[in-house]
T-cell receptor, first 115, second 114 residues
Framework: NAGVTQTPKFRVLKTGQSMTLLCAQD?????MYWYRQDPGMGLRLIHY???????AKGEVPDGYNVSRLKKQNFLLGLESAAPSQTSVYFC??????????????FGEGSRLTVL | AQSVSQHNHHVILSEAASLELGCNYS??????LFWYVQYPGQHLQLLLK??????LVKGIKGFEAEFIKSKFSFNLRKPSVQWSDTAEYFC????????????FGAGTRLTVKP
């Protein structure tokens, strides 16, 4: 039981390049999330999904796109990377618990540097 | 939308000292409150959570937190810290009306000296 797995763990990009971060969970959770973690700012929600085929914007969605084609996968895309997107990205999932979101299960993080 | 503030950025304690980390949220309605911990090199994991009922909640590893509605606070406490408690601690809040929008504080780094 791997839980939440993120790939890649590290990536260096040049400004303007594109990339996709993959998140996979094997716990059959309904909800999935992408956060970014920056020093002094904690975690900020980028996008989330409440089920296969659905996505919604979080607190800081600009410059990112997401897709949830399969229940177990949640992809985060950067179409044209900018230095401001240098961050550590965390994926998380949570089960549906009767309408109250409970514990988030996090991946190990992906460190992205944009030069 | 709700927001969270954590008062201390970095706390340094000696083993056996008592710990209290502050957390305040801004939202006038019903909230769900959480504390997460990130040990060095590991992913975030849940320490404890409050949805309703007894405002004093107990979590793993001897941690507890008290919800004080009048103060919009959810402070984390531990009577006696250990070296292994060295980690970063995040307070988080969501609401029953938008429970997928979990907002986190900036985090408090705790260093426990042996």
């Amino acid at each position: 039981n791997a839980g939440v797995t993120q790939t890649p763990k590290f990536r260096v990009l040049k400004t303007g390049q594109s990339m996709t971060l993959l998140c996979a969970q094997d716990m059959n959770h309904e909800y999935m999330y992408w956060y970014r973690q920056d020093p002094g700012m904690g975690l900020r929600l980028i996008h989330y999904s409440v089920g296969e085929g659905t996505t919604a914007k979080g607190e800081v969605p600009d410059g990112y796109n997401v897709s949830r084609l399969k229940k177990q996968n949640f992809l985060l895309g950067l179409e044209s990377a900018a230095p401001s997107q240098t961050s550590v990205y965390f994926c998380a999932s949570s089960p549906w618990t009767g309408g109250v979101t409970g514990e988030l299960f996090f991946g190990e993080g992906s460190r992205l540097t944009v030069l | 939308a709700q927001s969270v503030s954590q008062h201390n950025h970095h706390v340094i304690l000696s083993e056996a000292a008592s710990l209290e980390l502050g957390c305040n949220y801004s939202y006038g309605g019903t909230v769900n409150l959480f504390w997460y911990v990130q040990y060095p090199g590991q992913h975030l994991q849940l320490l404890l959570k409050y949805f309703s009922g007894d405002p004093l909640v107990k979590g793993i590893k001897g941690f507890e937190a008290e919800f004080i509605k009048s103060k919009f606070s959810f402070n984390l406490r531990k009577p006696s810290v250990q070296w292994s408690d060295t980690a970063e601690y995040f307070c988080a809040v969501n609401t029953p009306y938008n429970n997928n929008d979990m907002r986190f504080g900036a985090g408090t780094r705790l260093t426990v000296k042996p």
